[in-house]
């Protein structure tokens, strides 16, 4: 079969099935966060985690970062860890950790800087694009872009992972960002 026909059943496929054709397993991947520290998704592994591809140009991205923020608040106790991973290039990547720590964010934020994670996820590499990974390290949701209103539909799904039984005990989550002090 030709490339541009598997593309166009492959996405016909994912279109049928609400965006994940079906649950594979997620790409290993390490990056460093905005204080420097390796964050590899294996070792979250019996966490559920929800990927959150940004960048601090895209509106839509920092629309829907309060309320990935807010359930992960909820919902850390529980097992669920956030990775907020940014795509800024290195034109952009200097604004990340100062609008991190002026909303105060404190989920991990990691740095894409030459986008090999979200291309392994996203090729198409819209934003924001979200990824949700099972406890057993499973990719079983993908969205692409944010309407608000899409966080509830978010929640609930993350809530029900969060509810099926762990494969394992959970993984240590990494270590929070710390919030910088406010600047007047």
């Not at 529980?78 to 989920?107: H, N, W």
């Not at 509810?163 to 960002?177: E, L, M």
Request: glycine share 6%.
């Amino acid at each position: 079969m030709a490339w541009w026909r598997k593309a166009v059943v492959g996405l016909g496929l994912m279109v049928a099935l609400g965006g994940s054709a079906r649950a594979d397993e997620a790409s290993d991947f390490t990056l460093r966060d905005v204080n420097g520290q390796e964050v590899v998704l294996s070792k979250l592994e019996g966490n559920v985690v929800v990927m959150s591809f940004w960048a601090t140009w895209c509106g839509p991205c920092k629309e829907e970062m309060p309320h990935l923020f807010k359930m992960y608040e909820a919902h850390k106790a529980e097992g669920l860890v956030v990775l907020s991973i940014s795509t800024d290039d290195a034109r952009s990547v200097s604004k990340v950790k100062p609008f991190i720590q002026k909303m105060g964010y404190t989920f991990p934020v990691l740095l894409d800087r030459e986008s090999s994670v979200i291309s392994a996820y996203n090729p198409a590499k819209t934003l924001p694009y979200t990824v949700v990974v099972d406890r057993a390290g499973q990719v079983v949701r993908r969205t692409s872009g944010y309407n608000p209103g899409d966080e509830v539909e978010l929640e609930q799904f993350v809530v029900s992972q969060l509810a099926a039984a762990p494969a394992s005990a959970p993984a240590p989550a990494p270590a929070p960002a710390e919030p910088a002090p406010a600047t007047p």
